[in-house]
């Protein structure tokens, strides 16, 4: 992984898991991912206009599939989480959601796309693996079986959009900007059948975390451009681990802004992963 791939990996771990803390705050249902997809949508067009004008390419059915299978993908990886957080901590859900989805497109980069990682990023994704391990056992796992089911759930999910985006941009060439936007529509339609039969809880949402949405809708597509950009260039089996220490900055999060304790424990956590993320930039 080369520098540049680090600190674009790293500037989206801030913004990821800034917007999770919102949205854990928010604890929102599809209604409320209308809401900030419906955002993230009109104000990333003046974005994606440019791209799309800045350097033009071919985009065929092929490509509009693509953009469609990433946006059926993150409908349920959206909605999983949202429930998600409805039922356990910032520090266990969002945990083992990432967690999950970097070990799996890690293990499924090398099967389907036939990458290569250097013992070292294998050695650094182990230790991210086991950091993440010690956070779902400091949160109490046992004690949140639908947290579990919903941050594991999810996780397989992220690894689903991840190799099927890490495709789009790097063998169909879809822009990064406009793969993200157009999978941003690509949710507001889907959910817009939800977001018309509820009606009133989309009000209620609104009136109560327009804020949290507005944040959620800039930092959310942010997030994502930055990864998928950095996937351009590099390998699932670097990038996606590397994600994860987004874990280490909502971990402090969760302990300073809503207090869900253990700071020592997650904190040895932390630094295992911090490591683990050094393995992979240096393999």
Known sequence: MTILALL??????????????????????????????????????????????????????????????????????F??????????????????????????????????FGERPSWVSLLGAFAVGVSILLFAWYSRVGRSPQALFYGTLTG??????????????????????????????????LLAPTAARNRREVRREWSAHRKHALGIGILCPLAYILVLTALVFSPVSSIAPAREVSILIGAAMGTQVLAEGQPYRRLMAATLMVLGVIALALG
């Open 79 to 112: 909605v999983l989480l949202q429930r998600g957080y409805r039922v356990g901590d910032l520090s266990l859900v969002y945990p083992l959601a990432r967690g999950t989805g970097a070990m799996t497109s890690t293990l499924a980069a090398v099967l389907v």
């Open 156 to 189: 397989l999910l992220i690894a689903a959009y991840t190799l099927w985006d890490k495709h789009a941009v790097s063998t169909l060439r879809i822009s990064p900007v406009i793969l993200e936007w157009g999978t941003t529509v690509g949710l507001v339609i």
């Open 8 to 77: 674009l990996v790293l500037a989206a771990a801030l913004a990821h898991s800034s917007w999770n803390l919102l949205s854990k705050q928010a604890g929102g249902g599809a209604s409320f991912v209308w809401i900030y997809c419906t955002i993230s949508a009109v104000l990333y067009a003046p974005v994606a206009l440019a791209a799309l004008l800045y350097r033009p390419r071919h985009f065929g059915w092929l490509e509009l599939a693509f953009v469609l299978g990433s946006a059926l993908i993150h409908v349920g990886y």
